[in-house]
């Protein structure tokens, strides 16, 4: 199916809520939930009981997988992979609102964070509000992110520290001489002391 | 909405599941489930997605975001956070009941497990059976709780470990000669080696 | 209610998905999913929220507790213990399937996880895809396995490292000159440089 633009609709699971905006040829699976006010651009795929809530912006070709948490605050570029079960977080010292004689101004505690273009961030990672993870990083499976990730930058553990560089394509970077050829991909980088810059 | 003594109606979303007790004025979400025999007290917000089991017990005034899982021999107190994605446990060396030549009786492996009121417990962590976590403290994301953690404590890591103190409103302290005074509040404490007392 | 040859019907719970192939006696959860060419063997309880990918295959008289995620290439023995919010993966340096420029073959990414039979994986805890989990090994709460995890070992933090050994009915062994009796049910073993062996 497509519109009169020919755009591919998208696909909603009956079991799915969507009162948000989502873009062509997204789909989204049983039990996830797009809040009125996400917004979802084209082409993406949210997963089962995955959760984007108001205010959340999420780009094109994004790929959410099952019961992520996106929440207000939380910006994602093109192309990113958020993994199954993440956790993205918009307050860095959270106490219920509910809470007798403790008073919160939502400029206190909404702190953004961003994804940029083409990370990937793996399964049961947890984001803490506020960093922003650079475009390419790869965020490893389970990882505890505390701090700004660099472009193309491989983290991992508890907190997340980085453990090497790679490619475009999710390869790990042997890097020799400030120079490094992917083995699957045969993309070529120099990496400074700034970070890494694709060669043209 | 209100009864007829004047208390606002709890709300269930036509998509979540609540079969045990709730009190006025909480909310449940949707794909959340609410055993028969849990009890959730007054004024609370259960997230999507959330499930609290036959047995668990919750105080007033809680927030629960959305997939936290919390079972029997969980007792949390009024005013708690319960973070997004946050796992407890209810017992130390799991076995599946159906495990061919292993048995293990209840008592066995039903470990309690208190989280105190106002005590906040950030995304994604992950609270191993038996601990207690003393009133206003404040749990990293992505931590992973295996011993108790005091009152006012602000704990991190995997395991987690004390990183400072905090405010009855969610500030870090800045500690000085035993005493403290929150940049956020103005609220004042005493801290020992017994722990931190709010000033009178 | 029964089959003809007597064997216990499945129970699939009016709000679950079952696509997938269920044996008998097992129960699947509210908001759980077993997709279409997924296995799951008899006796079995599957929990809430729970999803079971195609291609995953699950043995007999294992227990999947609510929010585990279980994906194409793992397979699970009999009589294993899959915690709560457990997430599996399957994919060492995952990218957006749809991030632009960027072709990834099925071959290089799909990588296969096996957990042993009676092994068990604690709460929260995050299993990097291609690790081999060893019969009766217990996976603490929070663990992050990115290396394979022998038969009866404890393990535990991020990355997960043995902590000590654990008998087939989940208690801790204290070894003594090669050898350990569990206090717990009397089961003894052999203790080498090359693992522990239970007596006969």
């Known amino acids: ?12 699971h009956p079991l799915a809520l969507v009162e948000g905006e989502i873009g062509a040829g997204t789909r989204v699976w049983a039990f996830a939930h797009v809040m009125r006010g996400a917004c979802v651009g084209r082409d993406c795929n949210i997963g089962e009981h995955a959760f984007i809530e108001t205010g959340a912006r999420i780009g094109d070709g994004v790929t959410v997988k099952n019961g992520a948490l996106i929440w207000e605050g939380v910006t994602i570029g ?19 609102a509910r809470l007798a004689g403790v008073a919160r101004s939502r400029e206190r505690w909404l702190v953004p ?14 984001i803490v509000a506020g960093v922003r993870i650079g475009a390419y990083a790869l965020v490893g499976a389970g990882a505890v992110v505390t ?8 983290v991992r553990g508890n907190p997340a520290r980085r453990a090497g560089w790679v490619c475009r394509c999710g390869e790990k ?7 490094a050829t992917c083995a699957a991909c045969s993309a070529t980088y120099i990496i400074t002391e700034e970070g890494v810059q694709p060669c043209p």
């Open 173 to 179: 970077l042997a890097v020799c001489s400030g120079r």
């Open 147 to 154: 701090r700004d990730v660099p472009p193309y930058a491989l």
């Open 78 to 96: 093109d192309g990113a992979f958020i993994g199954p079960g993440v956790v993205f977080t918009n307050d860095r010292a959270p106490r219920s």
């Open 113 to 126: 964070t961003v994804v940029e273009d083409g990370a990937s961030i793996g399964g049961g990672a947890v």
């Open 1 to 12: 199916m497509s519109d009169a633009a020919g755009n591919p609709a998208p696909f909603v």
